[in-house]
């Protein structure tokens, strides 16, 4: 039995469905039976697993809607972004299937405030230098980033905050920023202040002046940025409290080309093991604060994050079917293809819900992923939304050498082929 129609039912793809469905299914079926059939694909049934079609970018056995073979096409203007924040080599092969529109790399300069300029990282720069190179022979652009959650590692957002205030300092930081970039043969930058008006996530200690400075500021890198033909990224909060004390998104939109979140993972306190990770009830909730402010069309500014990290949480309390809001203990983060192992191997049972989450499960314990059908929900909110695109935060941790057989980096791809709805819609099922 072929499944594609399921899915064609359920979700409606665009027409290009062939495939049977028993008439006398009920609603409740189709979600078992996609499920299964998913977890055929990710390699967590001991069934079937797939295969990349290298040509078409989709499944062995897919049926495409039309004859082409997916490429990127960044030259139109309506290209939906993939932006891809680079943590390890798995950009590579990222690059070779064309899988990011753009890729964040770096921090690749330290801030010292003694000389109030930046000194290189040799160590990132050595490491990360070829991989860029590869992605821009590609044809992805390569953004360069600015700042990070700590000092050692860029620009911390306190150092953000006193360049800001001042019109000065303003303007030698944009030279210096906008120098390194040409100078490294960049095609862009990417403002990583973690926040305005919240240093650290800690709004007490914010300056409340941040709000209007970091619009002064962004006024400055845009202007030079644009100059030179290039391109202006900017870190948001997904939380209200942090938007409301630093951003002034009306003004800020005429002073960057995209803004990007990080909507992934929550690790705050009280969280049950489904508020973990990634789930498309979360994105919506945090997208409605950056959405408040603005129409449709100015939404195409904003990119969404996601990942394909795993979580593993061990059960407080031992469960056959664990609930939603059950305890957990000893969360860790695993890589895709660690849990596409583990998961063959033991017993597991799976629990789709892509809303909230997936989950596969055993008595003692718990794995929250992503799989085809949670991609595909956060994609079409993303496009329902009018957003540009998507950020992906996930490249060190997806499936890379293709252990779970969905063929390379699994989770990006799959994003990248219903975000760009060319090439094949991905078909998650084998006859
Ligand atoms: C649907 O029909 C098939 C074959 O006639 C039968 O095996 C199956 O039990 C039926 N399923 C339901 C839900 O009625
Ligand atoms: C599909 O593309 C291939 C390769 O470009 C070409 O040889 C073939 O004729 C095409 N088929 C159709 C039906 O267009
Ligand atoms: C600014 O950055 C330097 C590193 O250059 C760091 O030592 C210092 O603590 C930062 N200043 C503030 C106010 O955080
Ligand atoms: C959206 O807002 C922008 C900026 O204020 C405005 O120029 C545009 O006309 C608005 N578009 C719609 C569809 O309301
Ligand atoms: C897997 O779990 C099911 C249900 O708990 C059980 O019936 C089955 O024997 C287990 N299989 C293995 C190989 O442990
Ligand atoms: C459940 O899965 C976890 C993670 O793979 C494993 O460590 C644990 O031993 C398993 N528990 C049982 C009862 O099989």
Redesign the pocket.
Known sequence: MSLCFVIFLVLPLRALSICKL?L???RG?LKSVVANCIADCLGLSSGKICSVNYKTGGFVNQVCPVNRSFEQTFQVSNQKIMFCNVANENINTASKHNLCTHAAFGPWFRFNSAKTDFDPMQNVIGQQIKWKETAQQRGAKAILSFGSFDSEDGLDAANWSILAANPDSRKILTGQVVKLMDENNFDGISVYWQYSGCPNNNCVKGNKKDKENLVLLMKSLFAAVKERGKLLFLLLPHWDVYLNAGYDLLNLWNQVDYFFLKTFHYNEDGNSYLDYTTSLNKIKLNMAFVRQPFNRTQMRKVLAGFTSSIVLYKLAKPNVKPKMKDRSVDISKHYFNKMCKSVFIGNFTLLLDDTNGNFAHNTTHVYAYEDSNSLKMKVDYSRSAGMGGLYYDGISQDDASNDCGCGPMPILRIASELLHGGGCDVKQCLN
């Open positions: 028993p006398n299914a009920s079926d």
